[in-house]
């Protein structure tokens, strides 16, 4: 009990000291929307009517039609004639307007090929739709309520699928590139899809808005099938609090958030281990390629992401519960398994750095290979985690990336607006790696990740795989045979201090400021530039200051105190080293607290007969050093609250003041000799 007594408020001022910080950095919003319920789960995966489609679009151009499907099969290109035939005298020449037209649930509209820019819809609203009272995003969009969208549809989107049930929309060429959907960077959404049970989309492409190309909001059951998009800000498809969803055979590339994002996937399996009776969404077959990150998804609960690739973006996938606003939080529950995560390694940011973002969307060259991330991410790394729960990842193809496979951190909860203490540590929990081939291709060819995992330490029950190669700590908690089983299982509340400074300095990214956090390796950042190197040179020269000013007032004529503080200010300056191969572990970082934490146990021990209770925590310091040189590198410590990193620090703040005054304190005079002493020969025998 009088354990527990000490430790919360430690635990406290720890929390406190992290809020603080965190609070200072701004908060970024992924996706603002306003606020909705997910849906009852009464619904159900719609399936692909393959029967006469009800309403037909088509544009009048008789020689461009012919030009597009001068290549189909000839079965395929009768069918289009017949259809261009039908639609000239009964059909639409516009998307929305077919949509429109829909009467009842269960209706299917074909589009023929063509380039549909919804010229009806394009224009800035007018009258009480230009006069909308609502709040603002912080991108300055307007969050309308489900009434304003219906009053007045084309505020932000080129087509809206306002509470249509069952509707069916399919492009009719032999790709998905026949039927292109071409927002021309006038609208936050392509095509919005909002209280729409049942929708289903197959066979076009819908590309270049502010926001989304396609945005399924509010609907229990819907499919994705064979559809492109691209050149967005910030999503090519955006789900968001929806179930029964599917996901196949699907591409997007030229995103600044995400190609794939089902944020705030049905919480269907809150509450429960591993085993789960079903996924709210299904994603398979994909192809993102080319975005900030492949996939994501705040609050992306439930999903079942498998035999997809993501590759060559920033970040191959991510899923979080950093950003408010998002119901679900904490993320739970995604399972990745047989997906191809390779190469994601671009440099996007530096299209933010040189002010090509800053221009106008449609000047930016989003068609010739820009990207602008739209928030901070690590670029190189494979799947990232920030703050999500009993996650599964199994059997996925994890390779090329040239900071790290995994990568998984904690979200305190008062990130996503919850303030209450108990749930400040209530993510990085039971996220398990197992069966992973990482550093390796489908072909076998080595193709090695810089490190297969980066974790910042907080979490409990997380587990690696035992093959794992070089991470970030060198020691990991390894996954048994049997989901659930762990061996060495952590449960710290608090991640390593150093990787939480860097995480709090990389937080803070702002592209429509254009300000890229300068101590950040995420944009570039090098060498002494790092807030880590700076954190490691800062401490290491003043405990050096320090460890020798004592030294030479207390112990200089002792031999071993030199030859330990040799020990120690070498441990010093491979704490600056280490510092800087952060992005290639090694064991150098645990040698650097090895010698450290031998100088001071060694100073301790020597200081006893003159300072006893400054030495035994001299000795204290030193020996917690050499338990996070083992916590590091042979084996995470179980069953600590926090680890040996947090208690050290704490101690060698107060042991920097105690070791300032004990050196500039005057020495004590030397102890009177007695005349046997000064003269032992006259001493009788």
């Not at 809020?19 to 849906?39: C, I």
Request: charged fraction near 20%.
């Amino acid at each position: 009990m009088s354990w527990t007594r000490r430790f919360f408020p430690l635990l406290s001022v720890v929390l406190a000291v992290l809020a603080a910080a965190l609070l200072a950095a701004p908060v970024a919003q992924a996706h603002e929307e306003r606020p909705v319920t997910l849906p009852d789960g009464t619904g159900s995966v719609p399936e692909l009517r393959t029967g006469e489609p009800d309403l037909l679009v088509c544009k009048t151009d008789r020689a461009d039609f012919e030009r597009r499907i001068a290549g189909f099969p000839d079965g395929l290109k009768e069918r289009n004639r017949e259809l261009f035939a039908r639609c000239g005298r009964s059909g639409f020449r516009h998307l929305q307007q077919a949509v429109d037209a829909v009467g009842r649930p269960g209706m299917t509209i074909a589009i023929l090929p063509g380039l549909y820019e919804e010229e009806p819809s394009l224009p800035a609203p007018t009258g009480a739709c230009a006069a909308l009272e609502a709040p603002k995003s912080s991108f300055g969009y307007q969050i309308l309520s489900y009434e304003q969208q219906a009053q007045c549809p084309h505020n932000q989107n080129l087509v809206a699928i306002l509470g249509k049930k069952d509707l069916q929309i399919e492009g009719t060429g032999a790709s998905r590139l026949d039927v292109v959907i071409d927002a021309k960077y006038t609208k936050l959404n392509a095509i919005r899809a909002d209280r729409s049970d049942g929708v289903y989309f197959r066979n076009f492409t819908a590309q270049r808005t502010t926001f989304n190309s396609l945005y399924v909001l509010a609907a229990d059951g819907f499919v994705i099938d064979d559809v492109l998009t691209r050149w967005n800000d910030e999503y090519g498809f955006l789900t968001f609090a929806s179930d029964h969803g599917l996901y196949k055979n699907c591409e997007s590339y030229g995103n600044g958030d995400s190609g794939i994002y089902p944020g705030s996937a049905s919480n269907i399996n809150d509450g429960l281990g591993f085993d789960v009776p079903r996924y709210s969404i299904e994603i398979t077959g994909c192809r993102s390629h080319h975005n900030m990150v492949g996939y994501s998804g705040t609050a992306g609960d439930s999903v079942w992401v498998h035999d997809n690739e993501f590759d060559h973006n920033m970040g191959g996938a991510s899923m979080d519960s950093a950003f408010p606003g998002h119901p679900g939080l904490p993320q739970n529950h995604a399972k990745f398994e047989r997906n191809l995560i390779h190469d994601n390694n671009e440099d996007y940011y530096r299209h933010v750095a040189d002010g090509t973002c800053a221009r106008p969307p449609a000047e930016r060259g989003y068609e010739n290979g820009v990207v602008c991330p739209q928030i901070s991410m690590p670029p190189g790394s494979g799947i990232i985690t920030a703050g999500g729960n009993w996650n599964l990842y199994e059997d996925n193809w994890v390779y090329g990336h040239e900071r790290t496979g995994f990568y998984l951190n904690a979200v305190p909860a008062f990130i996503r607006g919850e303030s209450a203490w108990s749930k400040q540590t209530d993510t990085s929990h039971h996220n398990r790696y197992a069966n992973n081939r990482l550093g390796i291709d489908k072909a076998g060819n080595s193709r090695p990740n810089r490190t297969d995992v980066w974790w910042d330490g907080q979490g409990r029950r997380n587990c690696w795989q035992d093959d794992t190669g070089a991470s970030s700590p060198r020691a990991l908690p390894a996954c048994g045979p049997v989901r659930g089983e762990v061996s060495g299982a952590t449960a710290r509340l608090v991640g390593e201090p150093v990787k939480l400074a860097q995480l709090l300095v990389c937080a803070d990214y702002d592209v429509q400021a254009r300000r890229l956090p300068a101590g950040c390796d995420w944009y570039g950042a090098r060498g002494l530039q790092r807030v880590e190197v700076q954190i490691a040179l800062a401490a290491s020269l003043l405990l050096a200051l320090v460890g020798t000013a004592l030294w030479w007032r207390r112990l200089r004529g002792r031999r071993l105190a030199a030859v330990a503080l040799a020990a120690g200010v070498a441990g010093l300056a491979l704490d600056v080293a280490g510092a800087t191969l952060t992005l290639a572990p090694t064991y150098v970082p645990a040698l650097a607290l090895l010698l450290t934490g031998a100088w001071w146990t060694v100073t301790g021990l020597l200081l006893r007969p003159t300072r006893p209770v400054f030495a035994w925590t001299t000795v204290v310091l030193g020996l917690l050093t050499l338990l996070d040189a083992f916590d590091k590198s042979v084996l995470m410590i179980p069953a600590i609250p926090l680890g040996p990193a947090w208690i050290r620090l704490l101690l060698g703040v107060v042991w920097v003041l105690w070791a300032v005054v004990a050196a500039g304190a005057r020495p004590a005079p030397e102890p009177a000799s007695t005349p046997a002493e000064e003269h032992p020969e006259e001493i009788p025998a």
